[in-house]
């Protein structure tokens, strides 16, 4: 049975609750100020325990510490490079602000602070990718119920990721940088007319390349992270085909030449895979300079360079998605919406034109039909 007892403190009088679990074990809350806050929190507890959300509050002493290494050790479902972004958040950002905080304590108000202060000197992709390492701490915390809600979630001052400008290559350009490219012509032509990711390209073996068919099976993603390659499934697990155009047919026969089907097709300088390029390689700096685009070009614009061209040549939202290897048609449209902006004049003008014939139609039939309700010369006498 529930009770509520009357105790002397030196800061004065306190009141205790003592009651049961939903287990019927016993348990007591101290520390209330009035018989009026001792009973409110009786009342919440009683009420909890019938409609059972009852959330022991001895449990939310757990800190952020805590709880947040056996959180990292189940993100077992992320990518290495997505493990490593989020590692580095709970690192840097989290643990020295929040390590020792009782996850019962943690405040909406003290989180949005949080986010504040970061997003003074922090990029946009950190704040959220920190934040949201802090919610997922704090979510799982009350789905154990350790905790009645996340205070994490549902903030009002995140901030809002700024879309990169993507630098699209014409046809003309990517020749030009594939023949300055210091005898990278084959990588920089797959690439750019493929959409290949570079982590694809380097992991890409001689048994996955059809070059009768000209057919690219792509099944691995070598990506270089913390000192070594890590060898995984494409970014998305989709598993899929790339048929390169005829025109690479005798470069890729030239670059697959004496090789063994377990041989990488594009192997590093000396041997095994190739590291991700950067833009300040001098096979690069030489494409670039040959080609005469944007100084602010990365390797990664081949891969928008391909999106670009397969969209010019008339390929929809659906064949580009599968080409690029996206989870959905929608997060190509998300990504490359910029690349069909000219579609909304095509749909306009065409909306245009049809709303005309439409009411050419309706003019004529409207003629039509007056003309054959005119009396006849017979009908007005």
Same mark, same amino acid.
Not at 71 to 78: I, S
Not at 108 to 126: E, I
Not at 186 to 205: N, S
Not at 338 to 356: F, P, Y
């Given at each position: 049975?529930?009770?509520?007892?009357?105790?002397?403190?030196?800061?004065?009088?306190?009141?205790?609750?003592?009651?049961?679990?939903?287990?019927?074990?016993?348990?007591?809350?101290?520390?209330?100020?009035?018989?009026?806050?001792?009973?409110?929190?009786?009342?919440?507890?009683?009420?909890?325990?019938?409609?059972?959300?009852?959330?022991?509050?001895?449990?939310?002493?757990?800190?952020? $510490?805590?709880?947040?290494?056996?959180?990292?050790?189940?993100?077992?479902?992320?990518?290495?490079?997505?493990?490593?972004?989020?590692?580095?958040?709970?690192?840097?950002?989290?643990?020295?602000?929040?390590?020792?905080?009782?996850?019962?304590?943690?405040?909406?108000?003290?989180?949005?602070?949080?986010?504040?202060?970061?997003?003074?000197?922090?990029?946009?992709?950190?704040?959220?990718?920190? %934040?949201?390492?802090?919610?997922?701490?704090?979510?799982?915390?009350?789905?154990? !119920?350790?905790?009645?809600?996340?205070?994490?979630?549902?903030?009002?001052?995140?901030?809002?990721?700024?879309?990169?400008?993507?630098?699209?290559?014409?046809?003309?350009?990517?020749?030009?940088?594939?023949?300055?490219?210091?005898?990278?012509?084959?990588?920089?032509?797959?690439?750019?007319?493929? $959409?290949?990711?570079?982590?694809?390209?380097? $992991?890409?073996?001689?048994?996955?390349?059809?070059?009768?068919?000209?057919?690219?099976?792509?099944?691995?993603?070598?990506?270089?992270?913390?000192?070594?390659?890590?060898?995984?499934?494409?970014?998305?697990?989709?598993?899929?085909?790339?048929?390169?155009?005829?025109?690479?047919?005798?470069?890729?026969?030239?670059?697959?030449? $004496?090789?063994?089907?377990?041989?990488?097709?594009?192997?590093?300088? !000396?041997?095994?895979?190739?590291?991700?390029?950067?833009?300040?390689?001098?096979?690069?700096?030489?494409?670039?300079?040959?080609?005469?685009?944007?100084?602010?070009?990365?390797?990664?614009?081949?891969?928008?360079?391909?999106?670009?061209?397969?969209?010019?040549?008339?390929?929809?939202?659906?064949?580009?998605?599968?080409?690029?290897?996206?989870?959905?048609?929608?997060?190509?449209?998300?990504?490359?919406?910029?690349?069909?902006?000219?579609?909304?004049?095509?749909?306009?003008?065409?909306?245009?034109?049809?709303?005309?014939?439409?009411?050419?139609?309706?003019?004529?039939?409207?003629?039509?039909? %007056?003309?054959?309700?005119?009396?006849?010369?017979?009908?007005?006498?």
């Amino acid at each position: 049975m529930a009770t509520i007892e009357k105790y002397q403190t030196k800061s004065g009088p306190r009141y205790m609750v003592r009651y049961t679990k939903p287990d019927r074990t016993p348990t007591k809350k101290r520390g209330f100020k009035t018989k009026r806050d001792a009973n409110a929190f009786l009342n919440s507890m009683e009420t909890s325990k019938l409609d059972g959300s009852y959330i022991d509050p001895s449990q939310g002493k757990a800190t952020i $510490g805590d709880l947040s290494k056996p959180w990292l050790e189940r993100q077992t479902h992320l990518k290495i490079t997505t493990y490593t972004s989020v590692e580095q958040a709970l690192r840097i950002h989290v643990l020295p602000v929040w390590a020792n905080a009782r996850i019962a304590d943690v405040k909406r108000t003290d989180v949005a602070d949080w986010v504040a202060t970061l997003s003074k000197s922090r990029s946009a992709t950190v704040v959220l990718r920190a %934040h949201g390492v802090l919610m997922g701490i704090l979510e799982d915390a009350t789905r154990d !119920r350790l905790i009645p809600r996340n205070p994490a979630a549902d903030l009002d001052n995140l901030p809002r990721r700024t879309k990169t400008e993507h630098i699209y290559m014409t046809h003309e350009q990517v020749q030009k940088f594939a023949k300055g490219s210091n005898g990278r012509d084959c990588l920089v032509y797959l690439a750019c007319y493929t $959409g290949l990711r570079w982590g694809e390209i380097a $992991g890409l073996r001689m048994s996955r390349v059809d070059l009768n068919r000209r057919r690219l099976r792509i099944v691995e993603n070598a990506v270089y992270v913390q000192g070594k390659h890590h060898v995984q499934t494409p970014k998305t697990h989709e598993l899929r085909e790339v048929e390169y155009p005829p025109f690479l047919d005798k470069l890729m026969r030239a670059q697959a030449d $004496g090789k063994g089907p377990d041989d990488l097709l594009f192997p590093a300088p !000396r041997g095994g895979f190739l590291r991700h390029a950067r833009s300040n390689e001098r096979w690069f700096k030489r494409g670039k300079e040959a080609a005469g685009v944007p100084s602010k070009i990365t390797p990664h614009d081949f891969r928008h360079t391909a999106a670009s061209l397969a969209v010019q040549s008339g390929a929809n939202v659906k064949a580009v998605q599968r080409m690029l290897g996206h989870a959905s048609a929608a997060m190509t449209l998300d990504v490359y919406a910029d690349l069909w902006d000219e579609d909304l004049t095509v749909v306009a003008m065409a909306m245009d034109k049809a709303r005309k014939r439409s009411m050419k139609k309706a003019r004529m039939e409207a003629a039509r039909e %007056h003309a054959q309700n005119m009396p006849t010369d017979d009908q007005a006498a």
